[in-house]
């Protein structure tokens, strides 16, 4: 299969690529947005110091065998920063006072410094006490869809390709999206509410990094694709098993930790960006 090292920014059109002319053929005049190579495949891996200067401009770049989009058969996403814009937890902590406290822990957590589970456990006990309708606030007027995702969306419906959200955040936001977006299947953790009050526990098990790459696996399975038929997106440590599972990971506006561990990564652009990947 041939394959394409795939430019992508938003001032592409200016950016003067001098080193990467030493290892590939560029045109005389880069286009706006994107651009699309055919490389040897004796490549194997962008030489760095061509990574060096595509990180200099802010461009996103991918080597890749060419693939038509129809190819796949399974899309699984993260939520929180990811198909939507914010951390949900977060925003539910701002309503209550408590969000440098909470944010603080979610940033530790989405870097890999500490325990995902533990993390969010602690995290929901702060919010113990608090009223359910804080919930509702942050949907109806925080949430907002990460740029291109609903058009990403609808291309997948467009050719029969199945989407799973698959989340360390909660159902109350998942099962909403599910709903609003037509997707195939939604997962994450459920808030504990009593009284229309946050107790400050989770029920059940902790959709936690092995959860995802199980969830990921296991609908593969049920579809019966290949491992090369499955798009992962995620920003987080804990997205990198489900990443590494999938043929294709892509690290999405993503931590440090989450980039070095995936050959793919969108950092300046939306959802647009991912579906450019493929033909």
């Known amino acids: 299969m041939s394959q394409s090292l795939i430019l992508q920014s938003p001032h592409l059109a200016s950016a003067q690529l001098l080193i990467s002319e030493h290892y590939f053929d560029l045109p005389d005049t880069l286009p706006d947005t994107v651009l699309r190579l055919s490389v040897n495949h004796d490549y194997e891996r962008v030489p760095a110091a061509a990574a060096a200067e595509f990180s200099h401009h802010k461009i996103d770049y991918a080597l890749l065998p060419d693939t038509?989009?129809?190819?796949?058969?399974?899309?699984?996403?993260?939520?929180?920063?990811?198909?939507?814009?914010?951390?949900?937890?977060?925003?539910?902590?701002?309503?209550?006072?408590?969000?440098?406290?909470?944010?603080?822990?979610?940033?530790?957590?989405?870097?890999?410094?500490?325990?995902?589970?533990?993390?969010?456990?602690?995290?929901?006990?702060?919010?113990?006490?608090?009223?359910?309708?804080?919930?509702?606030?942050?949907?109806?007027?925080?949430?907002?869809?990460?740029?291109?995702?609903?058009?990403?969306?609808?291309?997948?419906?467009?050719?029969?390709?199945?989407?799973?959200?698959?989340?360390?955040?909660?159902?109350?936001?998942?099962?909403?999206?599910?709903?609003?977006?037509?997707?195939?299947?939604?997962?994450?953790?459920?808030?504990?509410?009593?009284?229309?009050?946050?107790?400050?526990?989770?029920?059940?098990s902790v959709i936690d990094a092995q959860a995802k790459a199980d969830l990921l696996n296991q609908h593969r399975q049920a579809l019966g694709a290949t491992r090369e038929q499955v798009l992962a997106i995620g920003d987080g440590a804990n997205d990198i098993p489900m990443l590494q599972a999938a043929g294709f990971g892509v690290a999405y506006h993503a931590k440090p930790k989450t980039q070095a561990a995936v050959s793919i990564a969108i950092s300046h652009h939306g959802w647009e960006a991912v579906r450019r990947l493929f033909t």
């Open 68 to 204: 038509p989009f129809s190819a796949l058969k399974l899309v699984v996403s993260d939520m929180d920063s990811t198909l939507i814009t914010i951390e949900c937890i977060d925003e539910i902590a701002a309503s209550a006072g408590l969000k440098d406290q909470i944010a603080e822990i979610t940033e530790r957590a989405m870097q890999g410094e500490l325990d995902f589970e533990q993390s969010l456990r602690h995290r929901v006990a702060l919010l113990q006490g608090q009223p359910e309708n804080r919930l509702a606030e942050v949907y109806e007027h925080k949430l907002q869809l990460a740029q291109g995702a609903e058009e990403f969306i609808r291309d997948c419906h467009a050719h029969g390709i199945k989407f799973l959200l698959v989340s360390g955040g909660f159902t109350y936001f998942t099962d909403r999206l599910k709903t609003r977006l037509g997707l195939d299947w939604a997962f994450a953790n459920q808030l504990e509410i009593v009284d229309g009050k946050l107790t400050g526990k989770v029920l059940g």
